[in-house]
Structures are given as structure tokens and as C-alpha cells.
């Protein structure tokens, strides 16, 4: 076990067979022109089912994952999900319904759809969703387009530019540059919240939108979101949130009363899809009245008890994908949600709340807080390497995995120093966080008495560390 | 709900934290700023959840599937099914920590590596939202690769893809998308040279088109080449068991809806965007891209790579905003090409061309009922129907058919095309009962 694998096409043997079909009744040559064909087949492997049973149940041993580890990864929300809303997205009447079928076959998908868009706007205060974005960064991009549409339907087009904060996450200055505005970024101050001053002096009639993240990356609530959200539309602007961190305010806080115009949410964080390895994801954008119509179609209206789908909507930035979006993850995010009540909700605010600070304050004496304060659904904390032998945050993260738990986010957000950056969530518990404190807690004392073995690390794993560097001056990407 | 604290752990955890009551905590959120209680249904049991999914699943209606249009009934093997739920997979992140997540690592390299072999590429990423984000990606990598302004998009690709490469662009004005009319339903070369000049950064050939046809992308590359521009290939993955790939005719980027790949329709998502191309242009990928390596003891491993394109490093110079992309379809692609292998992908393919030619035969047999354009297709094809294409929609949906996408709602002068697709799925039976009803229609 936890040997590394050989690669599928490796444990090919020509000749066998995973799955068989049944016979055309003539070959593609009877029915098409030779030219068009494929002259060699592709290099796939040859497997039988059993084979590729074992290679991928193997494979997936190789691997740390919420189920069998704390995966205390920050702004990345690796919380249990429950296994009832994965049979619920895979029933045969979702599973089946092709997206071209017209409305009156897939009444059942789309009373979800609409259904869900009416908790999430009850959830955040904002009047109107749409589903239509496959994640976050996808929210982020049309959040970003609404704007544009905003603007220009005012005729103010010289709105250019986007302010971001100096924590954001870095899908929101791609995204702005995506979207064709440029970027300025606003420095926080040191207590970690957006600069109110900084902010107004760059705020002018060239700001398009402010994108903040709320909590922000540094796991702390911008108190003065108000405010920011006054100077904001006094300058003419939209206010982003990006919702990334919406486990801290679910049935505590609603953004719409922060002054929030747009905002999108991470399905497959707060509300129930597993993250699968890196997606997929769904990042709803919701808005307040006054930008619905600049929503991306298609768009799901109820008529005399009726759902249809609209695709044409004057004003609209138009399709940002395919079809209506990531649907199977919009039903776990519905089924979760009707799995609650607004107590249960706010519960799911709380305990995040609860746990960040619990594991905050059992490590402050040896990692310190990037600000010595409470804080929300995720702490930052600093490796000190000259109280630690030279060891560095990465270290630590490494000779973590050693100790059985997945390493938190590291350097990250930007601005901190050494960044550890811990989202223990809310379905831990206290046992599995005081056990990741002793760990982090005894990787600090090896520091100062082996600090080769930290340096190493990890030593249990499939592999030691990895050559990035190599890896990326020679790019082998495919067999 | 799913929080496991007892009354003993949640005071036990205050006291450790040094505060008298949670409340201290939630007072980082101003008072102002709280919010009062939700208006919130009663929460459901899971029992009772289950039985009010089962009721709304169950509005769905179950239909003979003989609509593609960029989404098609392939057969999902029952281990791909077991495997991609697996806790190991199902409930792991992005693998920034390598060394703890080589089995999600090499899933992509495979995944990677196969959707290379498919398109006949040197380089892929881990997968994109779907084929329109795809193609959006690519058209805005040639852009970068060239330093030229303008692609050529033809009438012939999905008018959803388009629709998006339209709200990808539009507002920013650039890349500027020029559109190629298909009047016989196909690329015409000598519309695709007119607009052929040195600001053309890549031409886009999707092939089987949206129509179902198959393109002279070999025609069209060597004419792009020509001008410096590059050919940007859309093909669906399941055609490629036994059509020429991209690569092999010259595409220099090839992009895809990988969703056939073991994904089900899901009314849309999630699907699997492919992305591969030739290596000179690797450095041009947007997203994540799984690399071969070794570890402090020479042993191979993998990690993710090349990630200084990337937006966590790069932020707003990055080639891509993508973060989550469709991981775990990607695994479902990976586990469903191994089983298949070549010879069953072939299979699948053969099934799909020989399901569709003897439809479309049978179908245009019916009178009043023909093809609309001609040309060789793969397993997908323009039914011109006698009457409005709605109507024969409507008509066979009573029979528990959905005979495929009426083209109006895209083009009104369209207005009597059906656009339908056969897979390996439809038995004969099935294909027998749909040109019946289409007889019934024509009456």
C-alpha cells in the first residue's frame, strides 16, 4: 500500500478489453469517406474492468481527503457533505434531462433551479441570482461583465478600472483583466482590513467596482463595510463581494445590508458539493434590483405554477457558459439547504466561528496571528523561522502531512509574512482539532531538536518531496 | 446540524479561547450589520428529503433521447460510476500538497495524456468548465500567441459557443469576433480566405459541426497557416474514435465538450472542457496542467506545473482567471477512456455513425421529410421537416420521444429544422418507434 502506481497505459496489454458493445451493423468506411477517418487509433491503454478497477481504487489511495484526514485547507471550505444530496443529484429524472428538452420534460429540474435561486437570495438579501456561473472565478467574471453593462447603460464609459484589495484572492484581479479593466490594488492596514483613506483616494470616476472578499482572507469581517460601501457609490461604483467565505455569514449576516451590489457564492464550498479533486464547482452571482436585467441568460421564471426557461432578456451580458449551468451541483446545494432551518443555518456560522478560534488560540503562543485578534470562520497564522531553527512555513506544512493531516493554505494571503492559513470548519470535531494542534505543536519543538527531519519531510508519504522546479523547466505533461 | 460539538465540548472550547459565551465571537459582525431570522422552511429530515427530491426528479419526464446539440446519451459504465465516488477522490482538493495527493495527480497526467491521444496533441490541462469556455480560451490564448486581434468563428459552430465567445469578447472589444456564413451548412473556403488577412489570429473549425457535419479542417488550416494565423479545432471526443483528430490535419489548438466521457447530461452540467495543442504553445495553457517529476529520492511522482501562468501567482497579468475547473469529471473521462481503450471507443463511434446514417435514411424515407444540407456527418444530422420543427417535438414528446433540438429557437429561417443526434444508446427498436411517429407527424 501507498507504493507509487504505474501509469494506466504502463499496465496495458494489448488485446484486453474493459467493456464491450455490441456490433454496427456496418463499419464508419461503409458510411463515410475514407479521408475523415483516423488512421491510427488513439494511444489509449488496454485494460480489462478489473484492472482499471484496481489501478484507480489504488490511485485514489495515494491521496489525503476530507473523508479519511482534516483538511484544514483556508478559503477552500473542506467541510462533510452530506452523502444524501450525491444520490439525490444522481436520481435518474435529474441525471437523464437533457438540456435541449423543452420545458414542459424538465419541470422538476427547473422548480429546483428557481427554487434555490429564491433561498440564496433569502440567505443574502440580494433580489435576484443566477446559476449560470461553473465557480467561483466564472461568478467573479460575470459579476465583473454586469458591471461593464451597468456602466455602459448609463453611458459612463470611462469606467476602466477595478480596486481590489492587497489580500484578495487572485481570481479577482484575472478576473477584472479579463474582463478588460485594468487593476489597481488597495493596501489594508496593518489590523488587516481594507484601508477605508487608501480606498477613497483612489476611488474616482474611473472606479468601475470594488471587489472585497468578506470575511477577508485574513479570516476577518471588513467592520467597516458600511462605510466602504458609501464611498463606493459616492464615486459612482459598483461593491463586489466575493462570497468565497460565506460559511462564516450564513443566517448571521446578509450581504445585501452591507451595501453589497454584487456577489457570488461558492456551491461547492458552503453548500454541499465535495470538491472532487479540484471541481466542479457552481458560482452563483446574485444582485440587487436595480442590475437584474443585466443577468446572464438563460434565466428560469415561474409562470401560473409553471417553470420555463427564458433565453432571450433585453439588456442581459448574455451566456457566460453552455446550457444553464452546473445543475447536478445547484440540487445537492438545494437539498442541503432544505436540509436546514434558519437556526441550523446560523449554527453553521457559529461553529466555523467557534472552531477557527479554538485552534487560534491553542497555537498562539508558538504561531502567532497575523492580527492578534478574534477571528471569523479561519485564522492566519506566521511561522517565526528565527524561533525555529530557519524552518519555514512550508516545512511545517510538509512534516504535517507526516503527522496525518493534510496541510492548511500556505503563503497566503499575500500580505502576511509566512502565512498558515487554517479553515477548520464546522463538521470538525474537537477531538480532531485538539489532535492537529498537538501536531502542529510537536513539529515546532522537532524544530529545535531535529530540524533535518522537518526539513525533509515528508518521510510516510508515497513520496518525498517533489522536484517543482524540474517539473516545470521540462514539461512532461502526457505519455 | 452537521456540527458535532456536545454542550460539554462548545464550553470547554470557549473556555479554552478565554471568552464567557459565543457571543463575544459573533460580536466581530457589528450589531447593525446582523442579520434577524431567516424566513426559512421547516429543514427536512433525510428521509424527507429524499422523498421530495424523488417527487421533484420524478416532474422530469423519461424520454427516448434523440437530441445532442452538444450534450449526447452515452453509456456510463458502472465502474466509472463506483470509482469517481470514491471518498479518496470525491472529497480531496485541488492537489496543492503533492506528495499527499499523487493519486488525484496522476489521474490528471492520464487524463491529460489521453485527451492528447484522442486529439493527437502534445499538451492538455486538467479540464476547463465546458467545450464554450474551452473554445473562448483558446480563442483568447491564439490571441496572446500571435499578438493578433481577430478571430474567425463560423456559422457552423453551436450558437451557444458562439454566444458565450460573444459575451467573453463583446464588452471588452477584443479579441474581435468575425463570423464566417455556412449557408450550405458547412465552412466555404472562399468565405473563410476573403476574411483572411494578417490580422487573423486563428480560424475556428468545428468539426463534426454544429449541424452534425464534418468540415475540411485540412483545407482550412493549411489556408490559415498560410496568413500566420492559427486553426483552433472544436471536436466532440467520441468522434475521434474513428475520426481523423485535429492534430493529424493540422489543428494547432484542439478543444472540446468532454462531457460524452462518461458524464451524464445532468440538464447541462457539470461538464468537462478539453483543452490540448501543439508544445510550442504550452506555455499558453490556461488553468491547471499536472507534470511529471521526481522526488528527493529520484523517484517519479507528479505535481501541478507551469504554474506561473496561473492566477494565484500572476493575478491580473495570469493567462487565465480559472481556479475550480471539473476535476472530477475529468476522473470520470480517465476511468471511462481506460475501460473503453481504443478498440471501444471505436466501437462507440462505429455504433453512433451506423445508428445515425440508418436513422437519417429511414427518417428521410418518411415523405416530406429530407436532409438540409448535405455532406457527410458523423452522428448527428439536419432533419427538414415538413412542418414547423416544434410542432414534430411537441408530437413525439406524447410518444415519450424528444426527436432533438428545433433549430428556430437559434435561427428563425430555420424554423422547420430538426437537429438530430443518435448515439450507441438507441436501440433499433427506439429507432423504429421515432421514424413511425415521424410518419404520424407528416400525416
Same mark, same amino acid.
Given at each position: 500500500?501507498?507504493?507509487?502506481?504505474?501509469?494506466?497505459?504502463?499496465? *496495458?496489454?494489448?488485446?484486453?478489453?474493459?467493456?464491450?458493445?455490441?456490433?454496427?451493423?456496418?463499419?464508419?468506411?461503409?458510411?463515410?469517406?475514407?479521408?475523415?477517418?483516423?488512421?491510427?487509433?488513439?494511444?489509449?491503454?488496454?485494460?480489462?474492468?478489473?484492472?482499471?478497477?484496481?489501478?484507480?481504487?489504488?490511485?485514489?489511495?495515494?491521496?489525503?481527503?476530507?473523508?479519511?484526514?482534516?483538511?484544514?485547507?483556508?478559503?477552500?471550505?473542506?467541510?462533510?457533505?452530506?452523502?444524501?444530496?450525491?444520490?439525490?443529484?444522481?436520481?435518474?429524472?435529474?441525471?437523464?434531462?437533457?438540456?435541449?428538452?423543452?420545458?414542459?420534460?424538465?419541470?422538476?429540474?427547473?422548480?429546483?433551479?428557481?427554487?434555490? #435561486?429564491?433561498?440564496?437570495?433569502?440567505?443574502?438579501?440580494?433580489?435576484?441570482?443566477?446559476?449560470?456561473?461553473?465557480?467561483?472565478?466564472?461568478?467573479?467574471?460575470?459579476?465583473?461583465?454586469?458591471?461593464?453593462?451597468?456602466?455602459?447603460?448609463?453611458?459612463?464609459?470611462?469606467?476602466?478600472?477595478?480596486?481590489?484589495?492587497?489580500?484578495?484572492?487572485?481570481?479577482?484581479?484575472?478576473?477584472?483583466?479579463?474582463?478588460?479593466? *485594468? @487593476?489597481?490594488?488597495?493596501?489594508?492596514?496593518?489590523?488587516?482590513?481594507?484601508?477605508?483613506?487608501?480606498?477613497?483616494?483612489?476611488?474616482?470616476?474611473?472606479?468601475?467596482?470594488?471587489?472585497?472578499?468578506?470575511?477577508?482572507?485574513?479570516?476577518?469581517?471588513?467592520?467597516?463595510?458600511?462605510?466602504?460601501?458609501?464611498?463606493?457609490?459616492?464615486?459612482?461604483?459598483?461593491?463586489?463581494?466575493?462570497?468565497?467565505?460565506?460559511?462564516?455569514?450564513?443566517?448571521?449576516?446578509?450581504?445585501?445590508?452591507?451595501?453589497?451590489?454584487?456577489?457570488?457564492?461558492?456551491?461547492?464550498?458552503?453548500? *454541499?458539493? +465535495?470538491?472532487?479533486?479540484?471541481?466542479?464547482?457552481?458560482?452563483?452571482?446574485?444582485?440587487?434590483?436595480?442590475?437584474?436585467?443585466?443577468?446572464?441568460? +438563460?434565466?428560469?421564471?415561474?409562470?401560473?405554477?409553471?417553470?420555463?426557461?427564458?433565453?432571450?432578456?433585453?439588456?442581459?451580458?448574455?451566456?457566460?457558459?453552455?446550457?444553464?449551468?452546473?445543475?447536478?451541483?445547484?440540487?445537492?446545494?438545494?437539498?442541503?439547504?432544505?436540509?436546514?432551518?434558519?437556526?441550523?443555518?446560523?449554527?453553521?456560522?457559529?461553529?466555523?466561528?467557534?472552531?477557527?478560534?479554538?485552534?487560534?488560540?491553542?497555537?498562539?503562543?508558538?504561531?502567532?496571528?497575523? @492580527?492578534?485578534? +478574534?477571528?471569523?470562520?479561519?485564522?492566519?497564522?506566521?511561522?517565526?523561522?528565527?524561533?525555529?531553527?530557519?524552518?519555514?512555513?512550508?516545512?511545517?506544512?510538509?512534516?504535517?502531512?507526516?503527522?496525518?493531516?493534510?496541510?492548511?493554505?500556505?503563503?497566503?494571503?499575500?500580505?502576511?509574512? #509566512?502565512?498558515?492559513?487554517?479553515?477548520?470548519?464546522?463538521?470538525?470535531?474537537? #477531538?480532531?482539532?485538539?489532535?492537529?494542534?498537538?501536531?502542529?505543536?510537536?513539529?515546532?519543538?522537532?524544530?529545535?531538536?531535529?530540524?533535518?527531519?522537518?526539513?525533509?519531510?515528508?518521510?510516510?508519504?508515497?513520496?518525498?518531496?517533489?522536484?517543482?522546479?524540474?517539473?516545470?523547466?521540462?514539461?512532461?505533461?502526457?505519455? | 446540524?452537521?456540527?458535532?460539538?456536545?454542550?460539554?465540548?462548545?464550553?470547554?472550547?470557549?473556555?479554552?479561547?478565554?471568552?464567557?459565551?459565543?457571543?463575544?465571537?459573533?460580536?466581530?459582525?457589528?450589531?447593525? $450589520?446582523?442579520?434577524?431570522?431567516?424566513?426559512?422552511?421547516?429543514?427536512?429530515?433525510?428521509?424527507?428529503?429524499?422523498?421530495? /427530491?424523488?417527487? !421533484?426528479?420524478?416532474?422530469?419526464?423519461?424520454?427516448?433521447?434523440?437530441?445532442?446539440?452538444?450534450?449526447?446519451?452515452?453509456?456510463?459504465?458502472?465502474?466509472?460510476?463506483?470509482?469517481?465516488?470514491?471518498?479518496?477522490?470525491?472529497?480531496?482538493?485541488?492537489?496543492?500538497?503533492?506528495?499527499?495527493?499523487?493519486?488525484?495527480?496522476?489521474?490528471?497526467?492520464?487524463?491529460?495524456?489521453?485527451?492528447?491521444?484522442?486529439?493527437?496533441?502534445?499538451?492538455?490541462?486538467?479540464?476547463?468548465?465546458?467545450?464554450?469556455?474551452?473554445?473562448?480560451?483558446?480563442?483568447?490564448?491564439?490571441?496572446?500567441?500571435?499578438?493578433?486581434?481577430?478571430?474567425?468563428?463560423?456559422?457552423?459552430?453551436?450558437?451557444?459557443?458562439?454566444?458565450?465567445?460573444?459575451?467573453?469578447?463583446?464588452?471588452?472589444?477584443?479579441?474581435?469576433?468575425?463570423?464566417?456564413?455556412?449557408?450550405?451548412?458547412?465552412?466555404?473556403?472562399?468565405?473563410?480566405?476573403?476574411?483572411?488577412?494578417?490580422?487573423?489570429?486563428?480560424?475556428?473549425?468545428?468539426?463534426?459541426?454544429?449541424?452534425?457535419?464534418?468540415?475540411?479542417?485540412?483545407?482550412?488550416?493549411?489556408?490559415?497557416?498560410?496568413?500566420?494565423?492559427? %486553426?483552433?479545432?472544436?471536436?466532440?471526443?467520441?468522434?475521434?474514435?474513428?475520426?481523423?483528430?485535429?492534430?493529424?490535419?493540422?489543428?494547432?489548438?484542439?478543444?472540446?465538450?468532454?462531457?460524452?466521457?462518461?458524464?451524464? !447530461?445532468?440538464?447541462?452540467?457539470?461538464? %468537462?472542457?478539453?483543452?490540448?495543442?501543439?508544445?510550442?504553445?504550452?506555455?499558453?495553457?490556461?488553468?491547471?496542467?499536472?507534470?511529471?517529476?521526481?522526488?528527493?529520492?529520484?523517484?517519479?511522482?507528479?505535481?501541478?506545473? %507551469?504554474?506561473?501562468?496561473?492566477?494565484?501567482?500572476?493575478?491580473?497579468?495570469?493567462?487565465?482567471?480559472?481556479?475550480?475547473?471539473?476535476? $472530477?469529471?475529468?476522473?470520470?473521462?480517465?476511468?471511462?477512456?481506460?475501460? %473503453?481503450?481504443?478498440?471501444?471507443?471505436?466501437?462507440?463511434?462505429?455504433?453512433?455513425?451506423?445508428?445515425?446514417?440508418?436513422?437519417?435514411?429511414?427518417?428521410?424515407?418518411?415523405?416530406?421529410?429530407?436532409?438540409?444540407?448535405?455532406?457527410?456527418?458523423?452522428?448527428?444530422?439536419?432533419?427538414?421537416?415538413?412542418?414547423?420543427?416544434?410542432?414534430?417535438?411537441?408530437?413525439?414528446?406524447?410518444?415519450?420521444? $424528444?426527436?432533438?433540438?428545433?433549430?428556430?429557437?437559434?435561427?428563425?429561417?430555420?424554423?422547420?429544422?430538426?437537429?438530430?443526434? /443518435?448515439?450507441?444508446?438507441?436501440?433499433?427498436?427506439?429507432?423504429?418507434?421515432?421514424?413511425?411517429?415521424?410518419?404520424?407527424?407528416?400525416?
Amino acid at each position: 500500500m501507498n507504493r507509487p502506481e504505474k501509469l494506466s497505459i504502463e499496465k *496495458s496489454m494489448a488485446g484486453r478489453r474493459g467493456i464491450r458493445f455490441a456490433k454496427p451493423s456496418k463499419p464508419a468506411s461503409a458510411w463515410l469517406p475514407e479521408g475523415a477517418l483516423r488512421k491510427a487509433l488513439p494511444r489509449l491503454p488496454e485494460m480489462g474492468e478489473f484492472e482499471v478497477v484496481r489501478h484507480y481504487t489504488r490511485l485514489s489511495r495515494l491521496n489525503f481527503c476530507l473523508d479519511t484526514h482534516l483538511y484544514p485547507l483556508g478559503s477552500c471550505t473542506m467541510k462533510y457533505n452530506p452523502r444524501a444530496n450525491e444520490e439525490i443529484a444522481g436520481l435518474d429524472g435529474f441525471a437523464a434531462a437533457h438540456p435541449c428538452a423543452p420545458d414542459a420534460a424538465v419541470q422538476g429540474t427547473l422548480e429546483v433551479l428557481r427554487r434555490l #435561486e429564491k433561498l440564496l437570495c433569502e440567505l443574502t438579501g440580494l433580489s435576484a441570482f443566477t446559476l449560470q456561473p461553473a465557480a467561483g472565478a466564472h461568478g467573479e467574471f460575470t459579476g465583473i461583465l454586469i458591471a461593464s453593462a451597468y456602466h455602459r447603460s448609463r453611458k459612463d464609459r470611462k469606467r476602466t478600472e477595478i480596486l481590489v484589495s492587497d489580500s484578495s484572492h487572485g481570481t479577482n484581479p484575472a478576473s477584472a483583466a479579463l474582463g478588460g479593466f *485594468s @487593476v489597481k490594488t488597495v493596501a489594508s492596514r496593518p489590523d488587516g482590513r481594507l484601508d477605508l483613506e487608501a480606498l477613497k483616494a483612489v476611488l474616482g470616476p474611473q472606479t468601475a467596482m470594488v471587489m472585497l472578499t468578506v470575511p477577508n482572507t485574513l479570516g476577518l469581517f471588513e467592520r467597516q463595510i458600511r462605510e466602504i460601501a458609501e464611498a463606493v457609490h459616492a464615486a459612482g461604483a459598483l461593491l463586489y463581494m466575493d462570497g468565497a467565505n460565506f460559511n462564516a455569514l450564513m443566517g448571521l449576516a446578509k450581504p445585501a445590508d452591507f451595501g453589497v451590489d454584487i456577489l457570488h457564492l461558492n456551491l461547492h464550498k458552503s453548500f *454541499s458539493t +465535495p470538491h472532487g479533486g479540484g471541481g466542479p464547482g457552481s458560482g452563483p452571482v446574485g444582485v440587487v434590483a436595480a442590475l437584474e436585467k443585466f443577468l446572464p441568460v +438563460p434565466r428560469v421564471a415561474e409562470k401560473n405554477g409553471k417553470f420555463v426557461l427564458k433565453t432571450k432578456i433585453p439588456g442581459s451580458i448574455g451566456r457566460v457558459r453552455s446550457f444553464a449551468g452546473n445543475t447536478g451541483v445547484a440540487i445537492r446545494a438545494y437539498a442541503y439547504l432544505r436540509g436546514h432551518d434558519g437556526q441550523t443555518l446560523r449554527s453553521i456560522a457559529e461553529n466555523a466561528i467557534l472552531n477557527a478560534n479554538y485552534v487560534r488560540a491553542k497555537l498562539k503562543d508558538l504561531f502567532p496571528s497575523a @492580527v492578534d485578534e +478574534p477571528c471569523m470562520h479561519e485564522c492566519v497564522l506566521r511561522t517565526e523561522p528565527e524561533k525555529m531553527g530557519g524552518l519555514k512555513t512550508l516545512d511545517v506544512a510538509k512534516r504535517l502531512l507526516d503527522y496525518g493531516f493534510y496541510a492548511p493554505t500556505i503563503y497566503f494571503p499575500l500580505i502576511v509574512h #509566512e502565512a498558515i492559513m487554517i479553515e477548520p470548519t464546522e463538521t470538525e470535531t474537537k #477531538e480532531t482539532l485538539d489532535a492537529f494542534v498537538d501536531a502542529l505543536r510537536a513539529i515546532h519543538a522537532e524544530a529545535l531538536t531535529d530540524p533535518e527531519r522537518v526539513h525533509a519531510a515528508p518521510h510516510d508519504l508515497p513520496v518525498k518531496r517533489l522536484d517543482e522546479l524540474g517539473a516545470a523547466r521540462t514539461p512532461n505533461v502526457a505519455w | 446540524m452537521y456540527s458535532p460539538h456536545t454542550a460539554a465540548d462548545r464550553s470547554e472550547m470557549l473556555r479554552a479561547i478565554g471568552i464567557a459565551s459565543l457571543d463575544d465571537l459573533l460580536a466581530q459582525v457589528p450589531s447593525a $450589520l446582523r442579520a434577524a431570522a431567516l424566513d426559512w422552511p421547516a429543514a427536512l429530515t433525510e428521509p424527507e428529503l429524499m422523498a421530495h /427530491a424523488r417527487a !421533484l426528479a420524478a416532474k422530469n419526464k423519461p424520454l427516448s433521447c434523440f437530441a445532442g446539440a452538444g450534450a449526447q446519451d452515452h453509456y456510463i459504465p458502472a465502474a466509472v460510476k463506483a470509482l469517481v465516488q470514491r471518498g479518496e477522490f470525491l472529497t480531496a482538493y485541488t492537489p496543492y500538497q503533492a506528495e499527499a495527493s499523487q493519486g488525484t495527480l496522476q489521474a490528471i497526467y492520464e487524463f491529460q495524456s489521453s485527451v492528447c491521444a484522442l486529439y493527437g496533441m502534445d499538451a492538455a490541462n486538467a479540464s476547463l468548465y465546458d467545450g464554450a469556455t474551452a473554445l473562448a480560451e483558446a480563442a483568447a490564448a491564439a490571441a496572446r500567441i500571435t499578438g493578433r486581434k481577430k478571430i474567425l468563428l463560423p456559422e457552423s459552430l453551436h450558437p451557444e459557443w458562439r454566444a458565450v465567445l460573444q459575451t467573453y469578447f463583446g464588452a471588452k472589444g477584443e479579441p474581435k469576433l468575425e463570423l464566417v456564413p455556412c449557408p450550405s451548412g458547412r465552412m466555404d473556403l472562399a468565405e473563410v480566405e476573403k476574411r483572411l488577412d494578417d490580422t487573423v489570429a486563428a480560424v475556428v473549425v468545428a468539426t463534426p459541426n454544429f449541424f452534425g457535419l464534418l468540415e475540411d479542417g485540412a483545407g482550412i488550416a493549411e489556408m490559415a497557416h498560410a496568413k500566420g494565423a492559427l %486553426l483552433i479545432a472544436a471536436a466532440d471526443p467520441v468522434s475521434l474514435g474513428v475520426l481523423e483528430e485535429p492534430g493529424a490535419w493540422g489543428a494547432d489548438i484542439a478543444v472540446g465538450e468532454g462531457q460524452g466521457l462518461g458524464g451524464a !447530461l445532468n440538464y447541462g452540467g457539470p461538464y %468537462l472542457g478539453l483543452f490540448s495543442c501543439k508544445k510550442a504553445h504550452m506555455r499558453h495553457i490556461p488553468g491547471r496542467i499536472c507534470g511529471l517529476t521526481t522526488d528527493a529520492d529520484g523517484k517519479r511522482g507528479f505535481v501541478l506545473t %507551469l504554474q506561473a501562468r496561473e492566477q494565484h501567482i500572476r493575478r491580473e497579468r495570469a493567462a487565465s482567471n480559472i481556479c475550480s475547473n471539473e476535476a $472530477l469529471c475529468a476522473l470520470a473521462a480517465t476511468i471511462h477512456l481506460a475501460l %473503453l481503450g481504443p478498440e471501444g471507443l471505436k466501437e462507440v463511434a462505429e455504433l453512433c455513425v451506423d445508428k445515425a446514417h440508418r436513422l437519417a435514411e429511414a427518417a428521410c424515407a418518411v415523405p416530406g421529410f429530407r436532409l438540409r444540407f448535405e455532406g457527410p456527418f458523423f452522428n448527428e444530422f439536419t432533419l427538414e421537416c415538413p412542418v414547423p420543427a416544434d410542432r414534430v417535438q411537441k408530437a413525439l414528446l406524447k410518444e415519450g420521444i $424528444l426527436a432533438g433540438v428545433p433549430l428556430g429557437r437559434f435561427d428563425k429561417a430555420m424554423k422547420n429544422a430538426l437537429l438530430v443526434c /443518435a448515439t450507441e444508446q438507441r436501440t433499433d427498436e427506439e429507432l423504429d418507434r421515432f421514424v413511425a411517429a415521424l410518419g404520424r407527424v407528416a400525416r
